[in-house]
T-cell receptor
């Protein structure tokens, strides 16, 4: 079935450093969503990207959707301890099916 | 308050017993999902439902069953056929299955001993 590959699996940074996680699909995605899961919590929706080449910003977070709509990235500028958690990308299943398929996530830890 | 509720938060069962996890939403969402989360595995889709009285298998449906008799409820039964049932189970809902954000419950951590 549809696979959404996410790298890296883990990332440890010093507070103030930047962080980027990447999401790749073997097929074109109609849209991609990003979620954040705090330790011990549940995933919370951050954003959805729909258009080719789309870039959206939320304060220190920048989300991009590739021109071919097969990859996406989340970049955090000047990380803070509140950014700790696991970041997931998610997209529709293969063939535009009604599934919502998640990547394995990138676990971010921030050293104060 | 609108939201999605899973209960209980922690559940312990003996091996060989079936167990049902509850998921209720009052968001008037059509679509509902069950995911399983294991360390390092991300979220894997067990079952999903687009509408009442209809549901589809996800990627790891073996050993699980669901029902969708009411719009607001999507219970998941973990049967004794599930080889490795200990995990964190997350229920989610969305307005539609396609292209809309999913809202997650708090999750149920199931431990089978």
């Amino acid at each position: 079935g549809q696979q959404v590959m996410q790298i890296p699996q883990y990332q440890h940074v010093q507070e103030g450093e930047d962080f980027t996680t990447y999401c790749n699909s073997s097929t074109t995605l109609s849209n991609i969503q990003w979620y954040k899961q705090r330790p011990g919590g549940h995933p919370v929706f951050l954003i959805q990207l729909v258009k080719s080449g789309e870039v959206k910003k939320q304060k220190r977070l920048t989300f991009q959707f590739g021109e071919a709509k097969k990859n996406s990235s989340l970049h955090i500028t000047a990380t803070q301890t509140t950014d700790v958690g696991t970041y997931f990308c998610a997209g529709p299943g293969q063939g535009g099916s009604e599934k919502l398929v998640f990547g394995k996530g990138t676990k971010l830890t921030v050293n104060p | 308050d609108g939201g999605i509720t899973q209960s209980p938060k922690y559940l312990f069962r003996k091996e060989g017993q079936n167990v049902t996890l509850s998921c209720e939403q009052n968001l008037n969402h059509d679509a509902m999902y069950w995911y399983r989360q294991d360390p390092g595995q991300g979220l894997r889709l067990i079952y999903y439902s687009q509408i009442v009285n209809d549901f589809q298998k996800g990627d790891i449906a073996e050993g699980y069953s669901v029902s969708r008799e009411k719009k607001e409820s999507f219970p998941l039964t973990v049967t004794s056929a599930q080889k490795n049932p200990t995990a964190f189970y997350l229920c989610a809902s969305s307005i539609q299955v396609r292209n809309t954000e999913a809202f997650f419950g708090q999750g149920t951590r199931l431990t089978v001993v």
